[in-house]
């Protein structure tokens, strides 16, 4: 969806790459349109980064192979314009892997990663890819100076990530909502 920010990401990842930076960037999924962009407007847009050489498409991947893209990647993206954003799974399981984490500074996603550390990006401006690629360039600073702690630092918080979206924590609180148990 053109509402979800990914030509946006796209467009700052091209320009990390015209920067020299060894960069990918791996896109699940397929095109949705929506009121910023038709299907086929984005599926035109999606044919056009296949030729580029840091962009590559799986197309709509198993839960499964889909958490796995998760684990191997450093960062994971999201910087949205979607109204109705909600808690996405790709963060949130980006969260629970220890990802860094790049999304648009919107209430919902200010909500769901709490007090997970990520890069908040304002994308309701023109200079939404810039501060899509600063932020990116922060996170490979970061990465470079440091490649071990890159990799920890979000240890805990991940842990805390993995506690706060557990499935019995949710049934738990659920059939306390429901039937007015503890």
């Known amino acids: 969806m053109g509402s979800k920010g990914f030509f946006l990401l796209a467009e700052a990842v091209h320009r990390m790459s ?8 791996v896109s699940i999924g397929r095109p949705i349109g929506d009121d910023t962009l038709s299907e086929q407007g984005a599926r ?3 044919a056009a980064l296949e030729s580029e050489s840091w962009f590559e498409y799986l197309g709509q991947l198993a839960p499964d192979s889909a958490n796995a893209m998760i684990l191997g990647a450093d960062v994971v993206s999201l910087p949205s314009r ?3 954003e ?3 799974l790709a963060i949130i399981q980006a969260m629970c892997a220890g990802r860094a984490i790049v999304v648009s500074d919107i209430p919902a996603l200010r909500e769901t990663l709490g007090e997970y550390p990520a890069r908040f990006v304002s994308v309701g401006s023109t200079g939404a890819i810039g501060a899509i ?16 702690a890159f ?32």
Do not use: N
């Not at 015209?18 to 960037?25: K, P, Q, S, W, Y």
């Not at 805990?156 to 039937?179: N, Q, W």
């Open 18 to 25: 015209e920067e020299g930076h060894a960069v990918r960037l």
């Open 44 to 46: 035109d847009q999606l």
């Open 82 to 84: 979607y109204r109705s």
């Open 86 to 88: 909600c808690q996405p």
């Open 133 to 148: 690629l600063d932020a990116l360039r922060d996170l490979l600073r970061e990465k470079l100076s440091d490649p071990v």
């Open 151 to 182: 990799g920890t630092r979000r240890q805990a918080p991940a842990l805390a990530a993995v506690k706060r979206f557990a499935v019995s924590r949710f049934d738990h609180e659920m059939a306390t909502i429901l039937g007015g148990r503890s």
